[in-house]
């Protein structure tokens, strides 16, 4: 940890020792905003200060960047489910279509009622949906971030 001479949160000169600042009360070599070392104003995402060239936090310190592929559903999970288990809406829940899930569920829970036509209807969506996320032509999931392999 360096020595800080400035309070990154608001740039006001630390004493010798300080733990927090006088000024704003912050916790020394806390904050973005200012260079620990001259005390000039810093972008919030600056590894070196522009002024002095001081390192004002290292690589590790860095916010990691998010992987597309860590968030992304995978596109057989969904077209498999969509074959299998299409009529429970199983596929569209998975992938955030709840409005659409409920539909299929609704449908298919009707078919009691109507003698089993909603279900064979219910399970005949599920199923083209299936078809449709394993050729590609659903591609994204219900918060529009596409699919992966």
């Not at 992987?67 to 429970?88: H, R, V």
Request: net charge positive; aromatic share 8%; hydrophobic share 40%.
């Amino acid at each position: 940890m360096p020595n800080n001479k400035y309070c990154r949160h608001c740039g006001a000169e630390l004493g010798a020792g300080d733990a927090f600042c006088r000024k704003c009360g912050a916790p020394a070599g806390r904050g973005n905003h200012y260079c620990w070392n001259c005390g000039k104003p810093t972008d919030e995402n600056a590894v070196v200060c522009v002024n002095c060239g001081v390192q004002l936090k290292s690589m590790s310190d860095q916010p990691a960047y998010s992987n597309a592929d860590t968030d992304s559903k995978s596109k057989i999970a969904a077209g498999l489910l969509g074959i299998f288990l299409g009529g429970l809406g199983i596929h569209n829940f998975y992938l955030g279509y709840t409005s659409k899930a409920v539909a299929q569920l609704v449908l298919l829970l009707l078919g009691f009622l109507t003698f089993g036509i909603t279900s064979i209807i219910a399970g005949i969506w599920g199923f083209v949906e299936g078809i449709l996320i394993l050729t590609g032509s659903i591609s994204t999931d219900g918060s529009g971030k596409p699919l992966k392999d």
